[in-house]
């Protein structure tokens, strides 16, 4: 089955600095790449997703960057805020009933 | 909250006791997924239901059993349940086709003693 790597485990970093998690996945046939943030005692929720047919992704402070030969992709979040601190989990999937999930960043943002 | 909500938000259970998480989602969605989120590990997806049929299951124990009477009811029944089974349990929910968006509800804490 597919095996989603999350790295770092944990980040922090000064406000307005930006900063990058990166996932790597190993079936190629995956094909959609969300990324779901959650904050302490929340549900998470989904902030960005990238399908296989394009290599970047951006909205507002947040963007998703793929590599499908490398079989690797990342989330960036630039001028980042105190709001920003929570857990942030990537996934990958190639059909509604394979999810695959990374272990997940803690994120903080100090101010 | 609407969407997907999940009851009872925390659940405290012995091992020989018998209780039912309940998920139901108000997304006019077709497909419900169950999840078990514990310390340091990814989300595991434990079930996935597709227009009240059940696609999936993760190789699941059969003390967890779930039930889809219908496209916005998911239930998980808990039996006999172990301490290594103290974790969140969540629910998502999506649209039927492809692989997409799952929109999850809060969860349920539960712990086992």
């Known amino acids: 089955g597919e095996n989603v790597e999350q790295h770092p485990s944990t980040l922090s970093v000064q406000e307005g600095d930006s900063a990058v998690i990166k996932c790597t996945y190993s079936d190629s046939a995956s094909n959609y790449f969300p990324w779901y943030k959650q904050e302490l005692g929340k549900r998470p929720q989904l902030i960005i997703d990238i399908r296989s047919n394009v290599g970047e992704k951006k909205d507002q402070r947040i963007a998703v960057t793929l590599n499908k030969t490398a079989k690797h992709f990342s989330l960036h979040i630039t001028e980042t805020q105190p709001e920003d601190s929570a857990v942030y989990f990537c996934?990958?999937?190639?059909?509604?009933?394979?999810?695959?999930f990374g272990t997940g960043t803690s994120l903080t943002v100090i101010p | 909250e609407t969407g997907v909500t999940q009851t009872p938000r925390h659940l405290v259970m012995g091992m020989t006791n018998k209780k039912s998480l309940k998920c139901e989602q108000h997304l006019g969605h077709n497909a419900m997924y169950w999840y078990k989120q514990s310390a340091k590990k990814p989300l595991e997806l434990m079930f996935v239901y597709n227009f009240k049929e059940q696609t999936e299951n993760n190789s699941v124990p059969s003390r967890f059993s779930p039930e889809c009477p219908n496209s916005s009811h998911l239930f998980l029944h808990l039996h006999t349940l172990q301490p290594e089974d103290s974790a969140l349990y969540l629910c998502a929910s999506s649209q039927a086709a492809g692989p997409e968006t799952q929109y999850f509800g809060p969860g349920t804490r539960l712990l086992v003693l």
């Open positions: 996934a990958a999937s190639k059909s509604r009933n394979q999810f695959y």
